[in-house]
């Protein structure tokens, strides 16, 4: 029981700290490069605003059910590579669109 709280919590933050750092580039390459007069902001900033969001967005929560091993499994690789692929295409995107 202690082990599984373990892995979720560590799951749980590097996903956090994922989607902080799609949000840091996403910002840098999508913002700053339209706006220059935008403020720059750290790494540390986008910490602090991605997760005063999570406190006060809505939640998704899930009905209690059953699931088996392999959507368990699936569930918490999603939550892992998500944040990745979503910034691999925003990569794509920006080096199409934005060559300058």
């Known amino acids: 029981m202690k082990n599984t709280f373990l892995i979720t919590l560590f799951e749980s933050l590097l996903s956090k700290l994922s989607w902080c ?19 720059e902001i750290t790494y540390i900033n986008v910490i602090g605003i991605t997760l005063v969001l999570y406190a006060f967005l809505p939640k998704n929560f899930v009905i209690n059910r059953t699931i088996s091993q392999d959507e368990e499994m699936t569930f918490r690789l999603s939550l892992i590579t998500y944040p990745w692929v979503i910034l691999s295409i925003g990569y794509i995107f920006h080096s199409l669109f934005y060559l300058g």
């Open 21 to 39: 750092f799609v949000a840091f580039k996403f910002y840098y390459w999508f913002i700053l490069s339209i706006w220059l007069d935008a403020p």
